[in-house]
């Protein structure tokens, strides 16, 4: 039987058998030429054996990025040293309509984007402050042309940060078809239309799924229409029948979620592009917050809607921002 042995020189392998001399190797084959010869290996590229690798990039062929478009890179601070104050809050305490000085409308039966079947409006019935919280409620009627009416709370003008904690206690609407959110979207929208301007989605809830509860971020680069959102999803028993925290602790190079103080998920750019442009972070701007309570839609009605369940509320404790004088400074 003849053994053979793996000779390897400058990163070529040979096979060469036992007893054979060393000093009549067999050159390596060339390449495109598998009946031997002689092989000049081409500096410029990474070989594998006799092949040039599919991996291989030309340094000077990278674009950079000009540092003054790189985002959530370069800021130093201690996380487990940050201090926070509140700036702004709505706490409920009075009867009757939303505080306007805090809150305003998204009116109207537009579909919103994901053909939902609520007509926003700001009657009472749909938004209302009693025994210290807010009822968002959706009501199946006639309404603006559409067959169930509804609210969406929005603090734009009236209540926009960049950074800080945001905490929201809310108790969940159930039943198919019912699809509650709170979430941020740009006041000044200045990367673009949506998803280019960001969205962060700090709670959203389908009620087909019960007690799964969604945490997302939305940009130019990952977004849902094009399968790359960035998301997570975790399961918290009785949300429905119980109030909860939803917050974020949106810093200037990550955001993190939490449910009751258990952190849930966390956007972080680097993890993901090496040299973040607003494509992936368009965080750096002022963002407004979204209260609303959407009937069926492209998610939320992806199992149909219960028509018997109506009408159906989302109740909010308290709304409560808070920001870090250390964040401030160091981006001002």
């Not at 042995?5 to 060339?30: D, R």
Request: contains cysteine; aromatic residues 14%; charged residues 25%.
């Amino acid at each position: 039987m003849t053994f053979k042995k793996m000779i390897c020189t400058a990163g070529i392998c040979l096979l060469a058998a036992f007893g054979a001399s060393c000093g009549t190797e067999k050159e390596a084959p060339s390449e495109g030429n598998t009946q031997g010869g002689t092989m000049t290996l081409d500096d410029s590229k990474f070989r594998v054996g006799g092949q040039v690798s599919s991996a291989y990039v030309d340094p000077s062929s990278v674009t950079s990025v000009p540092e003054d478009q790189i985002k959530a890179k370069g800021f130093e601070y201690d996380h487990d040293s940050l201090t926070y104050e509140l700036v702004w809050s709505d706490e409920f305490d009075y009867e009757g309509a939303p505080d306007p000085d805090k809150w305003g409308y998204d009116l109207g039966a537009s579909g919103w984007g994901n053909h939902e079947l609520q007509n926003y409006t700001k009657e009472l019935k749909n938004a209302e402050v009693k025994d210290g919280k807010l009822f968002i409620t959706a009501i199946k009627e006639k309404s603006g042309g559409a067959e169930y009416s509804s609210a969406r709370l929005v603090s734009r003008g009236k209540g926009d940060w960049t950074y800080g904690k945001i905490v929201v206690r809310a108790k969940l609407p159930t039943g198919r078809g019912t699809w509650p959110a709170i979430w941020m979207l740009s006041t000044d929208w200045k990367y673009g239309g949506w998803p280019k301007s960001g969205e962060i989605d700090i709670m959203e809830h389908v009620g087909y799924d019960q007690d799964v509860i969604h945490y997302s971020i939305h940009t130019e680069s990952y977004y849902h229409s094009i399968g790359t959102q960035k998301t997570s999803t975790t399961r918290f028993e009785g949300v429905s029948d119980e109030f909860h925290d939803y917050a974020i602790e949106w810093l200037p190079d990550k955001i993190l979620f939490y449910t009751d103080d258990n952190l849930t998920f966390t956007y972080q750019p680097t993890k993901y592009k090496s040299t973040p442009t607003y494509k992936e972070w368009p965080f750096d701007k002022p963002f407004h917050l979204l209260l609303n309570l959407a009937v069926g839609g492209d998610w939320g009605g992806v199992k149909g809607v219960d028509e018997n369940i109506w009408p159906q509320t989302m109740e909010v404790e308290y709304v409560r921002v808070y920001q870090s004088p250390q964040i401030t400074e160091l981006t001002k």
